[in-house]
């Protein structure tokens, strides 16, 4: 399986590594092996097509910022797009940054990809959060498969569980905390009177908060999880223009010491039901979804088992990597059926 990774920070170079030390086991245990001969950063690409040494990538990535300054593989200043359209390759991985205002640049990358009939598997959350439908059809169109579990609770295989473990039966409704970022300023503001933007400084210290830490704060990110739960698990065609949103910006001391009082933690819970929103509300402390620190938690409302919930890290770029290698065993398991 030939492999181009756009996009190399912190979950590219994690997924590098991983894939660098599961080669024997994915050989043994599904029968192929992953070569990845493109990778491209913000600055430029770095091309082998008899599949790159990637502790070389890894290496040049770390001392010279980026993958284009290796001096006989590297092509400072060249698209991802030519090399999603020029390099063959089987899958094209997008791990650029959410953008919510266009999408961009992941979305041209998934478009130019799918276009040239690769594979995409993504992390990415704004190209679908923005235009959903239109990228499942146009992979269908190609005949190609588009995959994204990392984008929703990264390793934590929600996506995969109402997808795939709930056949025949119904999801109702959902609801959960899908940001570990505002779940950890909530926390630290909740136990140690913390600021807001020292938890929030905290967040971005440990690499889970957004690019933008606006996007966690606002709501944003938990919205467009949100769009991808309502349009992949329960077959509800949106986009992010279609959520209310409310972010945990105006949540004051006071709001959190009334909850306490009520035995409740303030959480920024996103739901689907008759309508898709985000907002903070306070939830028992002996709810399944009153989950601590930068945790994620989802409850499914099901026809026929009643409330199921999952728990786990929703970012981290080891975690959000296991889900992007989940993507390409799939890939390669439903391409062999
Ligand atoms: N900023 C996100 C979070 C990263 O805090 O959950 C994972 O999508």
């Known amino acids: ?187 630290k503001m909740t136990d140690s009177n913390a600021s807001m933007d020292e938890a929030l400084k905290e967040a971005q210290a440990s690499g889970y908060a957004e690019a933008d830490p606006s996007y966690d704060i606002d709501g944003v990110d938990t919205a467009c999880k949100l769009v991808i739960l309502a349009n992949c698990v329960m077959g509800r065609e949106s986009s992010i223009r279609d959520v209310k949103i409310e972010g945990i910006r105006k949540v004051s001391f006071e709001k959190l010491e009334k909850a306490r009082g009520k035995n409740s933690q303030v959480k920024l819970i996103g739901s689907i039901g008759d309508e898709i929103r985000v907002r903070p509300e306070p939830i028992p402390r002996n709810h399944p979804l009153c989950v601590r620190g930068t945790l994620n938690a989802v409850s499914f409302k099901t026809e026929l088992m009643g409330e199921v919930t999952v728990v786990g890290k929703g970012a981290g770029g080891v975690e959000t990597a296991s889900a992007v290698l989940r993507d390409i065993v799939d890939v390669r398991r439903t391409l062999a059926k």
């Open 1 to 187: 399986m030939r492999i181009v990774i756009v996009g190399f920070g912190t979950v590219g170079q994690n997924l590098a590594r991983i894939i660098q030390s599961k080669e024997k086991q994915l050989l043994k245990e599904f029968g192929f092996h992953p070569r990845v001969v493109a990778v491209a950063d913000r600055s430029g690409v770095m091309i082998d097509t008899k599949g790159l040494d990637l502790e070389r990538a890894l290496t040049v990535k770390r001392m010279k910022g980026s993958v284009a300054q290796d001096p006989e593989l590297g092509r400072p200043g060249v698209d991802a797009k030519e090399v999603i359209e020029g390099v063959e390759a089987e899958v094209v991985i997008e791990l650029t940054p959410t953008n919510v205002t266009d999408g961009e640049p992941g979305l041209s990358h998934i478009k130019t990809a799918l276009r040239s009939q690769r594979h995409v598997i993504t992390t990415n959350k704004a190209p679908l959060a923005i235009a959903m439908p239109s990228l499942m059809e146009m992979a269908s169109y190609n005949k190609v498969l588009l995959r994204f579990s990392g984008t929703v609770g990264g390793g934590t295989p929600i996506l995969d569980l109402a997808k795939k473990c709930f056949n025949g039966n119904k999801i109702a409704s959902l609801r959960g905390i899908l940001n570990g970022t505002t779940n950890h300023v909530l926390t």
